[in-house]
């Protein structure tokens, strides 16, 4: 049995992909912003660790979906900034459609009642 709080959930394959790619369809962010905006956003419920975070970001970039550079934070600090390639819009777009239907489909079947009253 595992000892975190039954309100995180776990990660479905490639569920971490979309969701890095929508938090940078609002410009570039260091890895911290977008792991501290996907907690945010998510009212704590999603916490991506860096042992997630950034394989995953090596990975959109190997991919074309994300480029990188090195910045400075507001901070002040070295940072490496993460921007959405319009490869990767194109990419959002269509894991974003999918989970819309995906999660449609869920919906259908987790409340079956709303379906049965048509």
């Not at 962010?29 to 394989?55: F, M, N, R, W």
Request: include cysteine.
């Amino acid at each position: 049995m595992s000892d975190r709080p039954p309100s995180r959930l776990d990660f479905l394959q490639g569920t971490l992909d979309v969701l890095i790619l929508r938090t940078l369809l609002r410009g570039p962010q260091h890895g911290h912003a977008i792991a501290k905006h996907i907690q945010c956003t998510s009212e704590d419920v999603l916490k991506v660790e860096t042992g997630s975070l950034y394989p995953a970001l090596h990975r959109l970039e190997a991919r074309g979906w994300v480029a990188a550079s090195w910045e400075l934070s507001d901070k002040g600090k070295r940072a490496r900034f993460y921007r959405l390639t319009p490869s990767g819009r194109k990419q959002l777009a269509t894991q974003q459609s999918q989970w819309e239907a995906f999660s449609r489909a869920m919906g259908l079947i987790l409340n079956p009642a709303a379906q049965e009253a048509k």
